[in-house]
């Protein structure tokens, strides 16, 4: 079993940066795909990013393409989310997931554990 704890939201202006941060517990974390996923006030949890094993595989939503980027490091038990140029529609709680025997998955039922969600803001 892995324990997930997210860092880093806040509320910045759109065009700002923020690095969201995913420490997990236990000792097997390089075998756990890794995933981050939002859900905005009134919608339904989508798939933001994930992250092979060893990080060699990263798979985006087309909205976050090219502004985010998902890493690992597995020495340290820890997943990133590097988000930039955000914008107002990127406003939502931050999830990070861990998908236990899957080398990597963009299918939200596939995670079998997850944070308890950090808020990231972006005002107009």
């Known amino acids: 079993q892995v324990q997930l704890v997210e860092s880093g939201g806040g509320l910045v202006q759109a065009g700002d940066s923020l690095r969201l941060s995913c420490a997990a517990s236990?000792?097997?974390?390089?075998?756990?795909?890794m995933g981050w996923f939002r859900q905005a006030p009134g919608k339904e949890r989508e798939f933001v990013a994930a992250?092979?094993?060893?990080?060699?595989?990263?798979y985006y939503a087309d909205s976050v393409k090219g502004r985010f980027t998902i890493s690992r490091d597995n020495a340290k038990n820890t997943v990133y989310l590097q988000m930039n140029s955000l914008k107002p529609e990127d406003t939502a709680v931050y999830y990070c997931?861990?998908?236990?025997?899957?080398?990597?998955?963009?299918?939200?039922?596939?995670?079998?554990?997850w944070g308890q969600g950090t808020q990231v803001t972006v005002s107009s």
């Open positions: 997931a861990a998908a236990e025997g899957k080398i990597v998955t963009t299918r939200l039922y596939e995670y079998d554990y």
């Open positions: 236990g000792r097997t974390f390089s075998t756990y795909a």
């Open positions: 992250i092979s094993w060893i990080g060699r595989s990263t």
